[in-house]
């Protein structure tokens, strides 16, 4: 049973335009989430994160909308840039047993074209 | 900017052999976990470890594994007797108990290839 879901798993954006990437969660209980980004061969590198009671947050080129009620999260980096191109983790938590609890959705791998 | 540690980046070994993967967590961090991926494939969770104790492990995380954190700096991951299906990328990551992002930190891994 994945809770976690990526259901792209690629994406090719022009340079300088929107890269939307999103992912679905189906437990309830998760308190936050999160977007890692990952380069072959290296290990995921944290990028934005939001907690289960907010809707929104931003940070520089990245934003992440959270949709409860949809159980639907996604991640837009705008403008998007080649430096940008690497596989996307989305993640969740959940505090579970006196510790946190992390699930991984499968990664979108995002392309950047010059 | 604190960061986590892991060594090796590459271990070679021989199936059956034993395998130590070491790593060092920022500092003033308190839960401790090893994920791995295999080539292609998603990053999988092995075993989380907290106040000196398993927390939970994954159905992957069998009699063949074991975690410890001998010195209350580095965190280890034995493998008893290597397994074709056990060559991976193995991820250590680090978290504090933060009420903030509930952010995980993860290291440059250790790439395990069994022969």
């Known amino acids: 049973d994945q809770q976690v879901k990526q259901n792209s798993p690629s994406l090719s954006v022009q340079e300088g335009r929107i890269s939307i990437l999103n992912c679905d969660y189906t437990?309830?209980?998760?308190?936050?989430f999160l977007w890692y980004k990952k380069y072959p061969a290296e290990g995921p590198t944290f990028l934005i994160s939001i907690s289960s009671i907010k809707d929104k947050n931003e940070d520089g080129r990245f934003t992440v909308f959270l949709n409860k009620s949809a159980k639907h999260l996604s991640l837009h980096i705008v403008p998007s840039q080649p430096g940008d191109s690497a596989v996307y983790f989305c993640?969740?938590?959940?505090?579970?047993?006196?510790?946190?609890?992390?699930?991984f959705g499968t990664g979108t791998r995002l392309k950047v074209l010059a | 900017e604190p960061e986590v540690t892991q060594t090796p980046s590459h271990q070679v070994t021989q199936m059956g052999q034993e395998v130590i993967l070491r790593c060092v967590p920022i500092s003033n961090h308190l839960y401790f976990y090893w994920y791995r991926q295999i080539l292609g494939q998603k990053v999988e969770f092995l075993v989380s470890?907290?106040?000196?104790?398993?927390?939970?492990k994954s159905e992957i995380f069998d009699d063949q594994f074991s975690v410890e954190r001998p010195d209350g700096s580095n965190f280890t991951l034995k493998i008893r007797s290597t397994k074709l299906e056990d060559s991976a990328m193995y991820f250590c990551?680090?978290?504090?108990?933060?009420?903030?992002?509930?952010?995980?930190?993860f290291g440059e891994g250790s790439r395990l290839t069994v022969l």
């Open positions: 470890f907290y106040n000196n104790e398993i927390s939970e």
């Open positions: 993640a969740a938590s959940e505090r579970y047993s006196g510790t946190y609890k992390y699930i």
């Open positions: 990551a680090s978290a504090r108990d933060s009420a903030n992002t509930g952010e995980l930190f």
């Open positions: 437990n309830s209980m998760f308190d936050y």
